[in-house]
């Protein structure tokens, strides 16, 4: 076998790594999540990958998500999405420069359920309207462009993002991303509780 054989076996044994890696982590974030209260949506974890050959920029996945629900607010869906690569199609604001862990809420309103089948473009939120040279930042709907405001039926959201190499373990789990993410709602609700 050549070496450049091996580079290629390597590299690609490697992203299978990686997304078994990826998948601890999100089935831990799913054991915090329903810990406090909120179920996950099934299993998926990948949208919009290609099977087409005239489509190759597609065939490993842009991010991998996770959606939450709660009976107690059926109006907010909660996402946790890692941004893997640098914005295949050039939809995000800002070029990414190394994979992101995001999380945020999606508020339809008072009285209101979030839907049943969910729109998975919602897990790249952060990726399309937050900073992602800025840990942390904390987005809500002034940050639209207003060729989107009539696009969602949300009525508010809020997200925050940070470099996936800063989540080592469990507890970096549950300090950098659940809490914060149920912090983020909190406030929501604080501000807009539901009626």
């Not at 982590?25 to 406090?36: C, H």
């Amino acid at each position: 076998m050549s070496d450049e054989g091996k580079s290629i076996l390597a590299g690609l044994k490697q992203i299978r790594g990686f997304f078994e890696q990826t998948s601890l982590l999100l089935r831990t974030i799913d054991d915090q999540m329903r810990r406090e209260g909120w179920k996950s949506y099934g299993n998926t974890v990948t949208s919009n990958v290609s099977q087409s050959i005239q489509n190759p920029k597609a065939w490993l996945p842009e991010y991998l998500f996770r959606f939450f629900f709660s009976e107690k607010n059926e109006n907010l869906l909660l996402s946790v999405s890692i941004l893997i690569d640098d914005d295949v199609y050039g939809e995000y604001i800002t070029k990414m420069v190394e994979p992101f862990v995001t999380f945020g809420y999606f508020d339809y309103g008072r009285g209101k359920k979030a839907p049943d089948s969910l729109n998975y473009a919602l897990a790249a939120w952060y990726g399309y309207y937050g900073d992602l040279s800025v840990a942390g930042t904390i987005h809500s709907r002034e940050n639209w462009r207003e060729d989107e405001k009539e696009k969602y039926e949300f009525e508010s959201y809020g997200s925050a993002g940070l470099p996936l190499v800063e989540i080592r373990n469990s507890v970096d789990v549950s300090n950098k991303i659940v809490h914060p993410l149920l912090d983020l709602v909190s406030n929501s609700l604080k501000h807009n509780p539901p009626g």
